[in-house]
């Protein structure tokens, strides 16, 4: 791609703006930085309103993954003629190496960060980033031709590619989320698909054998299959059989032995172990490197026990099947916090396992009354606490020993907070202040 004198506009200053922008001047481009909120200055650019005079001479528009697609505004630069591209699709033609891509509604971050575990651990040179950590821009400078770049992938950064290639793409499932972004379930997993359709002959495509939508995207996939399944077993690939994880038919590990919580876990494993594999790790190595795996932040992480109690931080759990797999990685006694900012969600299918496994649904955030609406009362107890510090103290003072307070809350977080990062962090520093006042 060749960018020198080129009028790049980049829409949205959040981190893979911030990064892109900083990628096309290094390449000569002129640059232009908008946002729909006044931002002031930022690197060295005065970041204009989003409006139709801000793309009036554009020849190229790189867009963040958190700026939607369809904007009108987009729509009318296409028209145009003027290309419209995301951050990842820039980064795409600098970034030296081979690729890992991982995608999928749930556990997207844990087995990136497992996948690049197990690389590191095995002496592979790898760099992680993606939707977790560094914007794929940001990786171009330290990207090297030997090293694997193993990314999240998100639907909003998938949306967008036309040339990227994932050496190894993986899908770990395809469920409903983000239908406020994408509006129906089949343009999301459209979106998901892109990762298999830019593939090239001599890739590889990890797929899982019991989500439907995953089984689908083989009739597009270019790279060679391989799958993964927690129910049967699968050639190529790696399975879970009678408590044991097999890769090709040869043992790699029990599964009693991954240190994370939850079935779904096995299942990031499974996936990590493939891709991991076709990276160049030998069983022994990703074997290893599994029992090691420190897990990740705001991902059924445990905070700390109080009185008997135990808190875990899931503040990753954006979506309902997010938060049916969080609970379900517990026997029972669970104090749930639930609610925030809605994604057009369906709540009603929380409802059998919170009647089973939950004490109370605590709820907050600006879906509460959707959610209570939805669950009704054959969920069992719905409590209204508004806020997630007032939802800890009803917990706190309700929960007995044994039982477990959970934020799975099966939204997004931008109603109260910047986003899930933050309010983990949160959840945890009020779990701490508890812990002070319990002394």
């Known amino acids: 791609m060749e960018l020198g004198g080129k009028k790049v506009v980049v829409v949205g200053m959040a981190r893979s703006g911030v990064a892109a922008l900083r990628l096309l001047r290094e390449k000569g481009a002129s640059v232009r930085a908008v946002d729909e909120k006044p931002m002031g200055e930022m690197s060295g650019v005065t970041v204009e309103p989003q409006t139709e005079a801000a793309f009036r001479d554009a020849d190229l528009v790189v867009i ?3 700026v ?5 505004l987009l729509n009318g630069v296409r028209a145009r003629g003027v290309p419209v591209i995301g951050e990842l699709e820039l980064a795409a033609p600098f970034l030296q190496g081979h690729t890992i891509g991982i995608t999928g509604s749930n556990g997207k971050t844990t087995t990136t960060a497992l996948t690049g575990h197990i690389l590191e651990q095995s002496g592979i040179a790898c760099q992680v980033g993606g939707n977790i950590g560094k914007p794929p821009a940001s990786m171009v400078e330290t990207s090297r031709p030997d090293q694997w770049n193993v990314l999240e992938l998100s639907s909003f950064q998938l949306e967008t590619i036309a040339t990227f290639r994932a050496h190894v793409a993986v899908c770990l499932n395809v469920t409903p989320d983000h239908l406020d972004r994408h509006h129906t379930f089949d343009n999301y997993a459209a979106a998901k698909r892109r990762v298999f359709e830019t593939q090239q002959a001599g890739d590889f495509a990890v797929l899982n054998a019991d989500d439907p939508t995953c089984v689908a995207y083989a009739a597009c996939a270019r790279g060679q299959l391989h799958w993964f399944s927690l129910d049967r077993s699968v050639a190529p690939g790696a399975w879970l059989d009678n408590g044991t994880i ?3 038919g040869e043992r790699l590990l029990e599964a009693r032995e991954i240190p994370l919580r939850g079935r779904h876990n ?7 172990s493939i891709a991991a594999r076709l990276a160049g790790a030998g069983l022994p190595q990703i074997a290893a490197a599994i029992r090691t795996f420190p897990g990740v932040e705001h991902r059924l992480e445990f905070v700390r026990e109080i009185g008997g109690v135990a808190y875990y931080n899931d503040s990753k759990a954006t979506n309902v099947d997010a938060t049916l797999k969080a609970i379900d990685a517990f026997p029972g006694g669970l104090w749930i916090i639930l609610g925030g900012k809605d994604k057009g969600s369906d709540y009603t299918v929380l409802r059998e396992p919170l009647r089973a496994k ?3 649904a605590l709820l907050i955030g600006a879906a509460a009354p959707k959610i209570a609406a939805q669950l009704g009362e054959d969920a069992g107890p719905l409590l209204q606490c508004g806020t997630l510090a007032a939802a800890l103290e009803e917990a706190h003072r309700s929960a007995e020993p044994g039982d477990t307070v959970l934020l799975a809350p099966a939204c997004a977080s931008f109603d109260q907070f910047e986003n ?5 962090r949160v959840f945890k520093e009020l779990v701490g202040k508890l812990a002070e006042g319990n002394r």
Do not use: K
């Open 358 to 360: 939950a004490r109370a």
């Open 68 to 72: 939607p697609a369809d904007l009108d």
């Open 64 to 66: 963040s993954p958190g």
């Open 420 to 424: 899930f990062e933050q309010r983990g």
């Open 246 to 248: 097999r890769m090709d």
């Open 266 to 272: 096995v299942e990031n494993t499974l996936a990590a």
